[in-house]
């Protein structure tokens, strides 16, 4: 399929938990994946840190013609990697097949919220 | 023509739809679109969700060297479609010539202001 | 020079001038151009609108090496151009030669700070 | 290596010290930079200003498959340079190695938490 939307690999550089906070929304950290394919997606995820190698058990797949979010607070999204809170890392993602990878986190801990988001770097 | 400026294909992964809020500003979700070739540009539009098959009933037009704001919460903007709150989507804008897509959400449910915006994933 | 940084064509598709606010910081929007070549930078700027022609006489200039903030609210820097408040408008960058750019926004319209910010469309 | 992740060259076009705030979380500016190649990747910083020559005796090291965040608060980061607290700047990064860049602000100067952040251009 010539035409197919997006790219197969993504890094997503400053991904940091925050701590879900006190206001009314909880503070996260999520990824969001489409696939706009006729046929499903599987996913290798790599987290890279500042100071150790990098963890590479995660696997996620992403249905035919689907959005999926996955947070980085929820464990079974990370495959039973518990992701430290406050701690600066990075996460690649290495699809079998094109996908659209958006990044986002809402930040709550002064009780005020604020986003942040970008794409992801694709190539 | 040659050196139209933009991409026809254009992919926003992460759309979620704020309610209102209680703030003076109202919280919304919108699509920007610019057209800067000398025709109108006509848009299909499709819905992605986590877990049911895609929308494809809504079609845009942007006229010539115009730019446009589509709102998420504009029952007419979606042609009849109406929007769910906090809910996940993404969306997918396919045009017959090339355009420029930003999306912007202001988020107002605590009673400050946050923002989220990136350019869409364009090939 | 084969290997001048930046592109000569940008666009950014949400562009809204906000009041200045209560704030301690007053609101504005800012569009930031680098020029990394050995020369001068003369951009032509183009704004689109949704319901009236583009506006097309706005030059800039940019020195070699350097960086230049450019304020929406400045009539100076608008080259005697009003832009309105709260008004959907884009805006085109077309530059002699390659430059990187850059659209922010500060909303202090609710006594709290919110940032926007994206790189512009490239090509 | 034909398929090494990200580009030699980023430029950051709006950097802008804010000052820490009086916030739980201190206000600062950051450079989060990822190495996916199997060698460390050596960076060398040029940092753009309005009125003045740029500033060029700044080298970063990031080792092989990490992240780094450099902090331009950080004296030590920064090469002994003192970064200007609320003064427009730009910054590229050279590597001679392929790496991903992004940019993250976080602003307290109200009490309130604001974010700003994008992907650096790359080419």
Not at 85 to 100: C, G, N, P, R
């Amino acid at each position: 399929m010539c035409n197919a939307v997006g790219k197969k690999v993504w890094i997503i550089p400053d991904c940091e938990l925050p701590e879900a906070g006190e206001g009314v929304m909880k503070g996260h950290e999520s990824v969001i994946v489409v696939n706009d394919r006729d046929t499903p997606a599987t996913i290798d995820v790599t987290l890279y840190f500042t100071d150790k190698d990098c963890y590479t058990d995660i696997k996620w797949t992403v249905g035919a013609k689907r959005v999926r979010c996955f947070r980085m607070n929820n464990v079974e999204d990370m495959c039973g990697f518990v992701v430290p809170y406050d701690t600066q890392y990075a996460m690649k993602l290495s699809s079998d097949t094109e996908i659209v990878v958006q990044y986002g986190r809402l930040d709550n801990r002064q009780v005020n919220l604020a986003y942040y988001t970008t794409l992801g770097y694709n190539q």
